[in-house]
């Protein structure tokens, strides 16, 4: 299962086991257990139970004997494509600020892309300004929740002034916890929902608009999950909202190609990293066994191995793919046994007891007496129009930022603006020049039918 930061997007499985700096799985005293009693002490000497095997390093052992899993990838810094591809490229990056965003942004910034980071976590963008700043590119950090539309737009706005419009947009944040479908609350459905799906939508829909308006082509990555494809038992609202992105990606690479458009999504799949959540870290800390023995790769993956899959999608290297979602996890999502394990419920995986019966149902209405219906409701008084609100356009731009420069938080409501230069959003002071239109008359009440 896929699990991902509240903000900043950073996808995790959550299958258990700790994991080493390198990358490999290593239990709570330093060895990673693999099966069966087989050991892999740090240095890669694998010990079977006999104490009588000792393999090469960054080989395992299973019960078939020694298995060398994919190779482990180039080192940090290394970059997937030339030099220089990306100079003179804007590349904005939501939930940058932490995780795997954060190591999309750096494999950009490695190939010359002037980046802009967004995050609603102010402290969190500050931090990662500095670092991706030091990789020798320029670095806008902005401050947006990208489940408003306007302030959606308004980062895209700092993104011009700043540098241009973007090139490419990763759209890397999400929020997710697990819960079983039985207690999850209304709100925290719409949290969930509202953050990955219609934020997603609302930050491609303005990318979109602008290049549309512009007739300029781009390209659209969204960080997605796999079990958008299998479901995601304890994740019900991540897993459904994150459905609804895979089906985005498809439909807007049909609907914008024509005009040069490429919408791509990627799929991470267990790539530990310095800002996982607490119940994520918690899980791998429980296991006890490795998270590398559970993959089929043998080992887990790599931040980095993410960024680069993201800097070859939105690359001149991959202009003919679009409407595609790529998996990078090793097959683990792939992966079924012969016979099926046993069924483990949501519930006792999260430790949580049986839900309590008295939750099973609402508290029936009661009426005055055993057995007498309860009395009618009165009707409702008929319904008037409400009168016509006047509308204000869009908050103004915010003023443009050069590199490590300070944060860009949206305009608030009442600051003062500049004059509107031609192209731009009006300012909010200024008064639509279109009236509002009337508000439809009531509907016509339909007759009751004959009796």
Known sequence: MTHRDADDGASQESDGGAVAPDGRGVAPGGAAVVQDGAAVVPHGAAVVPDGAAVVPDGAAVVPGGVL???????????????????????????????????????????????????????DRLKAARDELASLGGRVTAAVCDIRDAE?????????????????????????????????????????VVDITLTGTFLMTREFGRRHLAAGT?????????SYAWTGGPGFAHSAAAKAGVKSLVETLAVEWG?????????????MPHDDMTDDIRGNL???????????????????????????????????????????VDGANWQRRGLV???????????????????????????????????????????????????????HAPSASHTSAGPLTSPASPGSPTSPTPPGSRPSPTSPRTTPPAAPPSPRTPRANPPT
Do not use: C
Not at 217 to 225: K, L, Y
Not at 289 to 307: K, M
């Open 68 to 122: 060398p899993g994919l190779p482990p990838p180039p080192p940090p810094g290394a970059t997937a494509l030339p030099p220089g591809t990306y100079s003179g490229t804007v590349v904005l990056v939501t939930g940058g600020g932490t995780g795997l965003g954060k190591a999309i942004a750096a494999e950009f910034a490695r190939l010359g892309a002037d980046l802009v980071i967004a995050s609603r976590k102010e």
């Open 151 to 191: 302030r959606v737009a308004d980062v895209f706005d700092v993104a011009q002034e700043a540098y241009g419009l973007p090139d490419v947009l990763v759209n890397n944040a999400a929020a997710n916890f697990p819960v079983p479908a039985e207690d999850m609350s209304p709100n925290a459905w719409r949290s």
């Open 217 to 225: 082509p781009g390209s659209v990555i969204d960080v997605g999950a």
């Open 258 to 270: 024509p005009y040069g458009i490429q919408v791509n999504g990627l799929v991470p799949g267990l």
């Open 285 to 327: 800390d429980r296991a006890g066994d490795t998270a590398a023995a559970r993959q089929p790769a043998l080992r887990v993956g790599l931040p980095r191995e993410l960024g680069w899959a993201a800097t070859f999608l939105a690359s001149p290297y991959a202009r003919f793919i679009t409407g595609h979602t790529l998996v």
């Open 340 to 394: 099926s394990p046993p069924v483990v419920t949501v519930r006792e995986q999260l430790g949580l007891p049986a839900f309590p019966a008295s939750h099973a149902a609402r508290t029936p209405h009661t009426s005055s007496a055993p057995g007498t219906p309860a009395a009618p409701r009165a009707p409702s008084a008929p319904h008037t129009p409400a009168a016509p609100r006047t509308l204000t356009a869009p």
